[in-house]
């Protein structure tokens, strides 16, 4: 599903945010980003707040625990698992106070979960290996997870009164197709995953959270080169990515993007520094390798209004609560001049 959920000109930002304070970056987000508020992440709460963590309190009747190596499945839930859902309905009721607080509905709202793969890989089974190696295992992961989002979208709407638009995080694929996960002993690597199987439980979980949400899906990947081809195949209604990453990109890469624009698919092109770069940045600097994009693909510059969503380049976790504010304020200015360029850019 490719038709756009968001108004024309709407920014929003990928999921993560420095700090600790849910209430407060809830009420940033509403205050910076009006149009396309997403629900903070605030991994700095420690365990249960990473993408893993969060994602993991959705699934329905699968628990996971904390071990050295990091989220283990566990026979019952325990302390890791309840914290993790704890800290997700803390997130809810921000959000809910958030929205109060600004008086208005939002047009839509966007939630942030691990993709399937990702999931698969950052989760161990009882003997150490990762969910991704047993297809039974992963399969079950996959369903439980539909399960526990088809609850989690229920509730975030109830909450808002806004539609919400799904956003899968797969920072973990490209190892996974490339073969690049370690085993447990960590002398070798878990073989590479096929394109085609990558790609039919993408579908599977796509078309899933569609079913739940009648909104596109958003697959994101700030890895060099994501795969943006095998994205679309698997049905992404959008695909986010990191834009500074496409600096010496060869043609084909380049047409893949192009592809993706002319079948209809939305880009969120992630133009603004999720860190502070230590040098002042003007809106025409952030936005004018978008627009050199467009015109080097021969498209109309009206595009980016219509099939691009600017975000900052990743997750913000790692910024200043001062440079997070102007990097969403700057997202928002991008935002509003893909929709009316000015005339001397």
């Given at each position: 599903?490719?038709?756009?959920?968001?108004?024309?000109?709407?920014?929003?930002?990928?999921?993560?945010?420095?700090?600790t304070?849910?209430?407060?970056?809830a009420?940033?987000?509403?205050?910076?980003?009006?149009?396309?508020?997403?629900?903070?992440?605030?991994?700095?709460?420690?365990?249960?707040?990473?993408?893993?963590?969060?994602?993991?309190?959705?699934?329905?009747?699968?628990?996971?625990?904390?071990?050295?190596?990091?989220?283990?499945?566990?026979?019952h839930?325990?302390?890791?698992?309840?914290?993790?859902?704890?800290?997700l309905?803390?997130?809810?009721?921000?959000?809910?106070?958030?929205?109060?607080?600004?008086?208005?509905?939002?047009?839509?709202?966007?939630?942030?979960?691990?993709?399937?793969?990702?999931?698969?890989?950052?989760?161990?089974?009882?003997?150490?290996?990762?969910?991704?190696?047993?297809?039974?295992?992963?399969?079950?992961?996959?369903?439980?997870?539909?399960?526990?989002?088809?609850?989690?979208?229920r509730?975030?709407?109830?909450?808002t009164?806004?539609?919400?638009?799904?956003?899968?995080?797969?920072?973990?694929?490209?190892?996974?197709?490339?073969?690049?996960?370690?085993?447990?002993?960590?002398?070798?690597?878990?073989?590479?995953?096929?394109?085609?199987?990558?790609?039919?439980?993408?579908?599977?979980?796509i078309?899933?959270?569609?079913?739940?949400?009648?909104?596109?899906?958003?697959?994101?990947?700030?890895?060099?080169?994501?795969?943006?081809?095998?994205?679309?195949?698997?049905?992404?209604?959008?695909?986010?990515?990191?834009?500074?990453?496409?600096?010496?990109?060869?043609?084909?890469?380049?047409?893949?993007i192009?592809?993706?624009?002319?079948?209809?698919?939305?880009?969120?092109?992630?133009?603004?520094?999720?860190?502070?770069?230590?040098?002042?940045?003007?809106?025409?600097?952030?936005?004018?390798?978008?627009?050199?994009?467009v015109?080097?693909?021969?498209?109309?510059?009206?595009?980016?209004?219509?099939?691009?969503?600017?975000?900052?380049?990743?997750?913000?976790?790692?910024?200043?609560?001062?440079?997070?504010?102007?990097?969403?304020?700057?997202?928002?200015?991008?935002?509003?001049?893909?929709l009316?360029?000015?005339?001397?850019?």
């Open positions: 599903m490719t038709e756009r959920a968001w108004p024309a000109g709407a920014a929003t930002a990928i999921g993560s945010m420095p700090g304070d849910p209430a407060e970056a009420a940033v987000v509403f205050g910076e980003l009006p149009d396309f508020p997403h629900v903070p992440e605030l991994p700095a709460r420690g365990v249960g707040a990473d993408i893993l963590g969060r994602t993991a309190a959705l699934l329905v009747d699968l628990a996971v625990e904390v071990v050295p190596s990091g989220y283990r499945v566990a026979a839930p325990g302390h890791e698992h309840r914290r993790g859902l704890d800290l309905q803390w997130d809810l009721d921000a959000i809910q106070e958030a929205k109060e607080k600004a008086g208005v509905t939002p047009p839509v709202i966007k939630t942030q979960i691990a993709g399937p793969w990702t999931l698969g890989a950052g989760i161990e089974l009882a003997r150490g290996h990762r969910v991704l190696t047993d297809r039974g295992a992963l399969r079950d992961f996959t369903s439980s997870l539909l399960d526990g989002l088809a609850q989690h979208v509730e975030l709407t109830a909450r009164g806004a539609p919400v638009v799904v956003q899968l995080d797969e920072p973990s694929l490209p190892a996974v197709l490339a073969g690049g996960l370690s085993t447990p002993s960590g002398y070798g690597n878990v073989p590479a995953v096929p394109a085609p199987d990558v790609r039919n439980l993408l579908s599977t979980v078309d899933g959270i569609h079913r739940v949400t009648d909104q596109p899906v958003v697959v994101h990947c700030c890895a060099p080169r994501p795969p943006i081809s095998l994205f679309r195949a698997a049905g992404a209604g959008a695909i986010a990515f990191d834009f500074s990453l496409l600096s010496g990109s060869p043609a084909a890469f380049l047409d893949e192009g592809e993706a624009w002319d079948s209809g698919t939305t880009l969120f092109l992630g133009l603004v520094p999720a860190t502070d770069p230590g040098a002042p940045l003007t809106l025409r600097d952030i936005a004018a390798p978008a627009f050199k994009l015109d080097r693909l021969g498209f109309n510059r009206e595009i980016l209004a219509e099939r691009a969503v600017p975000t900052p380049a990743c997750g913000m976790a790692s910024a200043t609560p001062d440079w997070m504010r102007t990097a969403l304020s700057l997202v928002r200015g991008v935002g509003n001049a893909f009316e360029p000015p005339e001397t850019w």
